[in-house]
């Protein structure tokens, strides 16, 4: 396992985080199936949230109503840093319009 900065160089971490942020506890289903259309295959998208998950940067809960089903949420951690990933989007996205 690398280290919290190479996995945030990772494929696809950003709009996992991003899409955590939007709509914490969602189920883990269909934030796969979100993922997928927007092109991340079914391996990478599983890689990466079990990657999240074991540095720290997301937790889940099972459903008391689905019984493989498994909410996600961003930990505290995770909080902090799509904070920051969003403050960068705003930051590029500035820059982009003053271009």
Partial sequence: MG???DIM??????????QLKETPGILRSDLY???EQKGMG???IIKRVNELIEAGILRWEQSPSHKKGQFLYLTDKGEKITEH???LKLIVADRDQDV
Avoid: N, P
């Fill in 42 to 44: 079914d391996v990478t």
């Fill in 9 to 18: 160089e990772e494929r696809g971490v950003h709009a996992v985080l991003l």
């Fill in 33 to 35: 199936r979100r993922m």
């Fill in 85 to 87: 990933l969003q403050e």
């Fill in 3 to 5: 280290s919290e900065l």
